[in-house]
């Protein structure tokens, strides 16, 4: 069975870092991109960047360039989301979800579970 | 590219049909076939029930169909379920090599 498994929800203040993570299994890790998806409070879906594990390569989306870093470790096929410096207006469910740009699937499927992070002082 | 516009809400009773909006530009939903829809059930994780405009993974009601006509694309579920009741998301890969959702639409079924 595919199944992407997040890390679990962080309680953070401004200014700290985090990262948080997606592991993957049932599949090639290297096979297939995993993708990063915010929703804030209430709010919709809104895509943050994508990575191919085979090489690291990850892109960003407008409003996310500059303030978060997608990463990935293939010895534990795993992909990361980090933040140097949080905001409280970073407190949000981050979503992971698998695609693969190779072959033209271009939808996410299957989403990892969701990891909430709050930033409060 | 901003993003996609959904109606904030929509209704039917069960039994019923309804259809869900999705309107790009055709930097996205006009310029592709890699339209998506995912169903979030509250304090859930999105799941995909429409990918490339018109088609059902498999394990999917054949209740739920997709169509694309020019930048707007549409959702259909068809004898409406209490089950049904979710957010509905619609997403487009772009010109950007990048993607963008719709803002989500809440059905109710009454």
């Known amino acids: 069975e595919v199944q992407l498994v997040q890390s679990g929800a962080e309680v953070k203040k401004p200014g700290e870092s985090l990262r948080i993570s997606c592991k993957s299994s049932?599949?090639?890790?290297?096979?297939?991109?995993i993708t990063w998806v915010r929703q804030m409070p209430g709010q919709g879906l809104e895509w943050m960047g994508r990575?191919?594990?085979?090489?690291?390569?990850?892109t960003y989306g407008p409003s996310f360039q500059g303030h978060v870093t997608i990463s990935a470790d293939k010895s534990i096929s795993t992909v990361y989301l980090y933040w140097s410096r949080l905001e409280a207006s970073d407190t949000a469910t981050y979503y992971c979800?698998?695609?693969?740009?190779?072959?033209?699937?271009?939808?996410?499927?299957?989403w990892g579970q969701g990891t909430l992070v709050t930033v409060s002082s | 590219h901003s993003a996609l516009t959904q109606p904030a809400s929509v209704s039917g009773s069960p039994g019923q049909s309804i259809t869900i909006s999705c309107t790009g530009t055709?930097?996205?939903?006009?310029?592709?076939?890699?339209v998506s829809w995912y169903q979030q059930h509250p304090g859930k994780a999105p799941k995909l029930i429409i990918y490339?405009?018109?088609n059902r993974p498999s394990g999917v009601s054949n209740r739920f169909s997709g169509s694309k006509s020019g930048s707007t694309a549409s959702l259909t579920i068809s004898g409406l379920q209490a089950e049904d009741e979710a957010d509905y998301y619609c997403?487009?890969?772009?010109?950007?090599?990048?993607?963008?959702f719709g803002g989500g639409t809440k059905l109710t079924v009454l």
């Open positions: 979800g698998r695609f693969n740009d190779y072959t033209g699937e271009r939808f996410f499927d299957p």
């Open positions: 049932g599949y090639s890790f290297t096979n297939y991109w």
């Open positions: 990575i191919d594990p085979s090489d690291s390569y990850a």
């Open positions: 055709s930097s996205d939903v006009g310029g592709y076939y890699y």
């Open positions: 490339h405009v018109n």
């Open positions: 997403s487009s890969y772009t010109t950007s090599s990048t993607w963008v």
